[in-house]
């Protein structure tokens, strides 16, 4: 190797950013040998910036080796497709630095895995931080600079029932949980064709998740509020009309896709079951209620029970949930009674933020 670099001469290295299609080959280096000559001035560690500016951009092929700026002021979200639509080589390395202020995701497509979990997402960390990401094998990337995977979580916190017969039902102070977004299970019964017309959350009205599944007098539905971050406080449940009772079970949810559920289940059927899906690092969250005496208690089979108990003299109310850091595909749930009939289950599944 003596005398190899000599005099004024300096050593540039090629990436396959410096070729057209971003394949090396011996072919293109007509003797197989490398000369300054060939290499020309060459930036060594240079690369190619891809600006963007949107508040989605799914990656492409000539996006490898390169750096992708995401610069707006809003949420934005960029996705690594699958092989069968970006056939990146395996090995490609790019980065994504999130230059706006507005929170980038990074998220898998269809099909791929990000540190091992299917359709994950990660987060950068802050403004002009970047995420370096590595393919090691098709439809498989890893994280090279050590965030970690987008993982939503939801927490049962509390329960209020009134046998009281009216049209607006008023909860003392209750527990409403640290994450920002409340989701409300309610149900009532006793009066036919009565159905729940609000629901105010500390002060905020809720909007509809899943619409009310009726049952010989049995009504159930679920309700959420999104960016609200009150730990504690009162639910006022109004109804269409006069209701014999009425209860309601409240959980919280932190890095979680504001809006309604990305899937749902509404049943009336003995027992009470349905199957959803639920993407990697998403919650389901089931509610359901009966009007068959407040001794008849639910079991549940493909989410954790999180409440069981009465509401009235003829009302009973339960409640479940799940978080689910890999996706799950045609999931059964399912509230049996030992008393199976005059009830209801509603369940919805939210993907992470």
Known sequence: MSGFLSGKSSLSIVTTNDIADSAVTTAKIADANVTS?????????????????GTAYTLVLADAGKVITMNNSSANVVTIPPNSSVDFPEGTELEIVMKGAGQTKITGGSGVSVNGVSTASVKVTGQYASIRLIQDTNNNWFIKSGESIVQGSVSFHSSYADSTNATAFTSGSLDLGTGTKKIIGVQGGDTNAVTVSSVVVDGTTATRAIDSIVDNNADTSMWYVDNDASTSGTVVVTWSGSQG????????AT????????DEIRSTASPLTGTINCNAGGIIVAMAGGNTG??????????????????????????????????VSNRTIQAALAQDTNHGMVVGAWNQA
């Not at 060939?38 to 500016?53: E, H, R, V, Y």
């Not at 890095?255 to 990305?262: E, F, K, M, R, V």
Request: a negative charge; glycine letters at 14%; zero cysteines.
């Open 37 to 53: 000559a060939k290499l020309g001035s060459i930036i060594i560690g240079s690369s190619s910036i891809n600006a963007q500016t």
């Open 245 to 252: 009772f009425s209860g309601v079970l409240v959980w919280s």
């Open 255 to 262: 890095d979680i896709a504001t809006g309604g559920p990305a």
């Open 294 to 327: 407040r001794t008849n208690t639910f079991t549940w089979t493909g989410l954790t029970e999180r409440f069981d108990g009465p509401i009235a003299v003829d009302g009973n109310m339960g409640g479940a949930s799940d978080n689910f850091a890999t996706a």
